[in-house]
């Protein structure tokens, strides 16, 4: 059986990698209609999947945990229905996480997409390629660096996620008591040398996925579109 330290890195790595996951099938669809398309209420959209950027994480909690309420249609419909509570559980944390994280998944993608020249997705729509086509043969293979970058900004914020994750799930050992809230924990409880411990694993790992963005980008020159 995993110690509580085992434990807790192991629930943090899950929820980091399931909301990148997430994130990567509901992102590139999104990112590339936000590249691309040219309706009128397009700022509004992209005002909205940047607000986590700019709202404190609390905000965005508070209205989690609120949707999550029994009383409020969201939650009453998924008690009801369901019989399924979100609030202070994992897929409640995960639900939050996903909302918390789109623009680190989404604004590398966008900019990914509109550098790629514009004669080229026209060149294959000319050679009869569909745009379902053209999105994974043309679009997707030049965008790779863009899309390291999304993928490991996404995961590094997500390790480090706090307010958010503390408002929607609370400090519930095996549950929601990720990483950043064992930190705050046990800071609280004067037991220095275990928040040490998972500060330094965090500090690593976000250390290393900086790393590897920045050497990525000094690498881009080298990917060539095709």
């Not at 890195?9 to 209609?33: D, E, M, N, R, W």
């Not at 945990?65 to 995960?94: C, K, M, Q």
Request: charged share 10%; with cysteine; proline share 6%.
């Amino acid at each position: 059986m995993p110690t509580p330290f085992i434990e807790t890195l192991i629930l943090t790595a899950k929820l980091a990698t399931y909301t990148t996951c997430i994130l990567l099938i509901v992102g590139l669809p999104l990112s590339y209609f936000m590249a691309y398309s040219r309706f009128r209420l397009k700022p509004v959209l992209e005002a909205l999947v940047s607000m986590p950027l700019v709202l404190p994480p609390s905000v965005i909690g508070y209205y989690i945990l609120v949707a999550y309420s029994p009383n409020h249609w969201f939650g009453g419909f998924l008690d009801t229905v369901f019989d399924v509570r979100l609030a202070f559980t994992f897929e409640g944390i995960l639900i939050a996480s996903v909302v918390f994280s789109v623009p680190f998944m989404v604004q590398p993608l966008i900019n990914g997409f509109r550098a790629i020249p514009q004669n080229l997705r026209e060149a294959s729509y000319t050679l009869g390629k569909s745009k379902t086509a053209t999105f994974f043969r043309v679009l997707l293979p030049n965008i790779k660096p863009s899309l390291v970058t999304a993928i490991a900004l996404t995961f590094a914020h997500c390790i480090g996620e706090f307010g958010i994750i503390l408002m929607v799930g609370g400090n519930m050992p095996g549950e929601t008591r990720v990483a950043s809230i064992a930190i705050y924990d046990e800071v609280q409880a004067l037991n220095f040398e275990a928040a040490n411990q998972y500060a330094l694993i965090l500090f690593l790992i976000s250390f290393i996925v900086l790393t590897l963005i920045y050497t990525i980008n000094r690498k881009q020159n080298s990917w060539r579109i095709v």
